[in-house]
Every structure is written in C-alpha cells, then in structure tokens.
T-cell receptor, first 106, second 114 residues
C-alpha cells in the first residue's frame, strides 16, 4: 500500500518567516495534490502537480514535485496569519498524507 | 453552481445502529468518492463510484457500503456502528473517473457514535 508522509506534523512560525512542508511517498506517481483544511471545514484544493519538476505558485505558497525522489514540497514565503490551517498532500485521489498543522503567530 | 452537498451535517448514533449519509455532487460530475477523517488525521479513502459503478474500495470492513444513483448522488451506509466509526465523513466529486483534476469536497457529515 502506498504510504504518504508529511513533515513536520505541527509547525508554528512567525509572521514574515519562510518555511517548507515536505511530502514523501513510497511508490511512483505523477499526480500530487495539495489541499488546505481550516478547522471544522472541508478540504480546498490548492495545487495540482502532474509531472516531474512541476512548480506551481499562488500568492505566498509554492508547490513543487520531484517524482524521482518521490517528494513534493510546499514552500511558504513571508507567512501571514491567514495561512494558518492544516495542509494535506495527496497522491492521486486515494492516498492522503497525515497533514501539517500550521499556526502563524504575530 | 452549488458545490458538493452532504446531509446531514451532524449525526449522533448509538453503537450497533446503522447510518446512511448522503451526498450530491457538483452538477455535471459523475464521480463520487467517500472518505473518513478521524480527528487529527488525513482523509482515508472508503469508496469511489463513477457512472453508478464501484471503481475503487479502500481498506474498510464490509459494514461499510455505498451506492450511486442515476442522478449521480450517492449514499454511504454503515452498519453495526462502533465507537471507532466516529469521524468526519467527506464526500468528493469530479467529472472524471480518474484523472488529473483535483477533488471537490463537501463540508462533511460529523458522525458521533456513543
């Protein structure tokens, strides 16, 4: 069974700082998704990464995919409070990571 | 257009009872998937249906079943409820059976088993 691991599981960062969330998966795949979930809410799609070397950016978030390393990253630039949420990576539609709970503090 | 709608939003059941959760996909979407999300964890895949046929099944016991109707809405049934079935149940839809588009999730049904 495919395993998807994220780290860190919990991240507390100050506003204005940069940080990266890592998503490792155990078998080859060329479809990687990132979702955001606010407390008590459903999942919202952020990025779709479909090929090796794919990079997508939206505002202060940038996602990348290295299929050879089986690694995706979600980079946060100059964090703001509104980015506080839980972020999930997913390989295809069936395998979700454990989630990274991000708290941005003033 | 309305998004994915799920009902009910909250439900409290007793061990041993059964429950039916309902999902209406986005208009035009023919694929519906169900997930269980336990507090503090990522969603776990339960079922996928496309054009009324089961296309995928996760590692869940036979107490879990689902079906998709001609209008592409779907039901998830869970029999003989256990305390461990307490979770947020998410439904997601897509216009493809499998593909490169992300899933569109509903707001979920919060099931509490006492």
């Amino acid at each position: 069974e495919l395993k998807v691991e994220q780290n860190p599981l919990f991240l507390s960062m100050q506003e204005g700082k940069n940080y990266t969330i890592y998503c490792n998966y155990s078998t080859t795949s060329d479809r990687l998704y990132w979702y955001r979930q606010d407390p008590g809410k459903s999942l919202e799609s952020l990025f779709v990464l479909l090929s090796n070397g794919a990079v997508k950016q939206e505002g202060r978030l940038m996602a990348s995919l290295d299929t050879k390393a089986r690694l995706s990253t979600l980079h946060i630039t100059a964090a703001v409070h509104d980015l506080s949420a839980t972020y999930f990576c997913a390989v295809g539609w069936f395998y979700f990571g454990t989630g990274t709970s991000l708290t941005v503090i003033p | 257009d309305a998004g994915v709608t799920q009902s009910p939003t909250h439900l409290i059941k007793t061990r041993g009872q059964h429950v039916t959760l309902r999902c209406s996909p986005i208009s035009g979407h023919k694929s519906v998937s169900w997930y269980q999300q336990v507090l503090g964890q990522g969603p776990q895949f339960i079922f996928q249906y496309y054009e009324k046929e089961e296309r995928g099944r996760g590692n869940f016991p036979d107490r879990f079943s689902a079906r998709q109707f001609p209008n592409y809405s779907s039901e998830l049934n869970v029999n003989a409820l256990l305390l461990g079935d307490s979770a947020l149940y998410l439904c997601a839809s897509s216009h493809l059976a499998q593909g490169n588009s992300p899933l569109h999730f509903g707001n979920g049904t919060r099931l509490t088993v006492t």
